[in-house]
């Protein structure tokens, strides 16, 4: 069931344009990323929905209401801030249970709640502390258990993450989400960062520029980029320049070998060039009997561990792929010819847009 | 090398020469009641004035006002402009300054002139009117401490993150006001508040032009017809002042980081 409408949302300042056109409907429980660089409007569409900025067009509903007009206080959002945003002159448990007081509530239920909440960030034993005297990470647990004390209809969290050290921020990550899943809210949570939208969405909406580029689940935005720019921007992709030779067939050269792709492309006409994107992890080296093959020479290769990056030019296209370190055999070296093999499904064609 | 040294500890001592000696030389002064022999009489006969006494209450209570009238005009001013109206601020900040470039005695004939007894809002006409007629008169005069003190204090927390954390979870403003805001720039209040009294205390031009029996015209009376008890007077003011200077220092210093309160 729909939850959260943004229908048709536009924010402009002055004769800037910061956000073009937002239409997404949100499942109740479903956690949505907004994923993009800086600067394309992704705080300001969060804070249209928070109330704190309103919308030039457009309007926003919650389950059927139109709260377009309401004010931040009277929305019933809870929001998480990449700066914490805790009251200073108040401890933690002071801190999660303001807006338990906001809303009337009777000092007993205010003391279970609180307790409660505590236990659910694994904090207990720091009631008493004053946000200063806490980390980063703590900090962070505790304005997210203060967001979420009140049960409010919507989370929202603007790049809760981005402050903290990696290690912190992959734990309190999945922290985060199984909170979200056991409480079943509805989730906004912007980020600039691929792999936390990846591993922790229902779906993601990838912006750029103030547009939506595309909505889709991790899956979808991962392996079927809509755009050129969702597919340099989420993940390491291969860009092939490929001239089409038989459209229906989905017959294509790439410097001078022929391939092909799965789906055919219509609408193409002969001759003409197209963009075709290749993730690292389809390439394998050798090629395959059934499926394409290039042939190219490594120009690079990159020991990461486990993993083994090499690098291959074909002609003046450059590709990427991964290979899984093998103790028994040492990796190839700069220079050597390779044959390359990847399924025709795995090659997709991408829109300039 | 030594030599360098020399010429910032002659400036030192002469510095200290020339507020030093004054004091010393009134302190010792004010001892010399009796003849032959150093006493504190002036200091007693001060004390025991009830004149002294009741200026002296009388100056406290309107120093107060002056102070919860001005912290209630000033936080609540400087933190709407700081939210909302960042641009206004300079000018703002130019209106706090006014009344250091304004003498006091233009204010006040300025009063005079608005409110006299024949007036559309006659607050000199009884002597409740004009108490609080002068304390309005006391929060201008504060106006460019307690400004300046409240809004460097609010540019120490992020007003606006923490104003929104609120507002998403219900709070109108004045409970953010008053859970929020005061208790984070306490450290400032305090400070100017400090000020504020030492500036009330001593303050003569407005409590004699409108008449009221505060500290200072009491001040100018003694001075005028007594022989060593403005020494003493003077000593005590002096002490008061520092009294108040200490308790900036000791409550200037915040509770929650140890970290002294910038002015
Ligand atoms: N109050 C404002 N007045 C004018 N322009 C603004 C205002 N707020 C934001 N902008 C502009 O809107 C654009 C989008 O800003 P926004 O904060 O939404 O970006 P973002 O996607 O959250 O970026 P980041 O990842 O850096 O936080 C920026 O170009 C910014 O300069
Ligand atoms: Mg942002």
Redo the contacts between chains.
């Keep these: 069931m729909t939850f959260l409408v943004l229908d048709g949302l536009q924010k402009i300042y002055g004769t800037h344009q910061v956000v073009q056109r937002f239409d997404l409907s949100v499942e109740r429980g479903e956690f949505i990323s907004f994923l993009g660089s800086s600067g394309c409007g992704k705080t300001t569409t969060l804070r249209m929905v928070?109330?704190?900025e309103t919308p030039t067009v457009g309007t926003i509903r919650v389950d059927g209401r139109d709260v377009t007009q309401l004010?931040?206080?009277?929305?019933?959002?809870?929001?998480v801030?990449q700066?914490y945003?805790?009251?200073?002159?108040m401890t933690v448990a002071q801190n999660v249970a303001?807006?338990l007081k906001?809303?009337g509530k009777s000092p007993a239920e205010i003391k279970t709640r609180v307790g409660e909440m505590l236990e659910l960030i694994k904090l207990p034993k720091l009631a008493d502390r004053?946000p200063?005297q806490m980390s980063g990470g703590q900090q962070q647990r505790v304005?997210l258990a203060?967001?979420i004390a009140?049960k409010p209809q919507i989370l929202?969290l603007d790049e809760p993450l981005s402050a903290l050290d990696a290690k912190i921020r992959v734990s309190l990550r999945d922290d985060i989400r199984t909170l979200q899943r056991e409480l079943g809210i509805t989730t906004i949570y912007v980020t600039h960062d691929q792999e936390e939208a990846l591993s922790m969405s229902d779906r993601i909406v990838v912006m750029s520029e103030g547009r939506m580029e595309q909505v889709g689940t991790p899956f979808e935005i991962y392996n079927r980029p809509a755009t050129r720019f969702v597919a340099s921007f989420v993940g390491h992709l291969n860009l092939l320049k490929a001239t089409v030779v038989a459209p229906s067939e989905g017959r294509i050269t790439v410097n001078g070998q022929a391939i092909r792709t799965a789906a055919a492309l219509n609408g193409v006409p002969v001759g003409a060039p197209l963009t075709l994107a290749l993730r690292p992890e389809a390439i394998r080296i050798g090629a395959s009997e059934t499926g394409n093959r290039l042939d190219g020479t490594i120009s690079d290769v990159a020991f990461l561990g486990a993993i083994v990056r090499i690098r291959v030019q074909v002609g003046d296209n450059r590709l990427s792929l991964d290979t899984f370190n093998n103790p028994g055999s040492p990796p190839p070296a700069r220079g050597e010819a390779v044959h390359l093999g990847f399924s025709p499904e795995d090659l997709h064609s991408v829109s300039d847009a | 090398m030594k030599r360098a040294r020399l010429g910032p500890w002659i400036a030192v001592i002469l510095g200290a020469i020339y507020f030093l000696v004054p004091l010393i030389a009134t302190f010792e002064f004010s001892l010399r009641v009796r003849r032959n022999q150093y006493s504190f009489d002036a200091y007693a006969n001060v004390l025991g004035d009830p004149h002294f006494q009741a200026s002296f209450l009388y100056s406290t209570l309107i120093a107060f006002a002056t102070i919860v009238v001005g912290v209630m005009l000033v936080v609540p001013t400087a933190y709407w402009v700081q939210l909302r109206l960042p641009k206004l601020r300079p000018v703002i900040e130019f209106i706090t300054l006014l009344p250091l470039v304004v003498p006091a005695i233009v204010i006040v004939f300025g009063y005079l002139r608005i409110y006299n007894s024949s007036s559309w809002l006659p607050l000199t006409g009884s002597p409740a009117s004009t108490n609080v007629l002068l304390v309005f008169g006391y929060v201008t005069l504060a106006l460019p401490y307690l400004y300046r003190s409240v809004d460097t204090g609010l540019r120490t927390?992020?007003v606006r993150?923490?104003t929104?954390?609120?507002?998403?979870?219900?709070?109108?403003w004045p409970?953010i006001l008053f859970?929020?805001i005061f208790?984070?720039v306490?450290v400032a209040i305090i400070g100017g508040a400090f000020l504020t009294f030492a500036i009330v205390i001593g303050e003569f031009t407005f409590a004699a032009l409108l008449d009221r029996p505060a500290f200072g015209p009491y001040l100018q009376l003694v001075g005028a017809n007594r022989a060593y008890e403005p020494a003493a007077l003077s000593i005590i003011a002096f002490a008061i002042t520092w009294a108040c200077m200490g308790l900036i220092q000791i409550f200037g210093r915040d509770r929650?980081?140890g970290v002294a309160a910038r002015p």
């Design positions: 928070a109330g704190f004010a931040p206080n009277q929305r019933k959002v809870g929001m801030f700066s945003a805790l009251f200073p002159n303001f807006g906001v809303a004053y200063y304005a203060r967001a009140t929202l | 927390i992020d993150t923490l929104e954390a609120a507002e998403s979870l219900g709070a109108r409970r859970t929020i208790p984070n306490r929650r980081t």
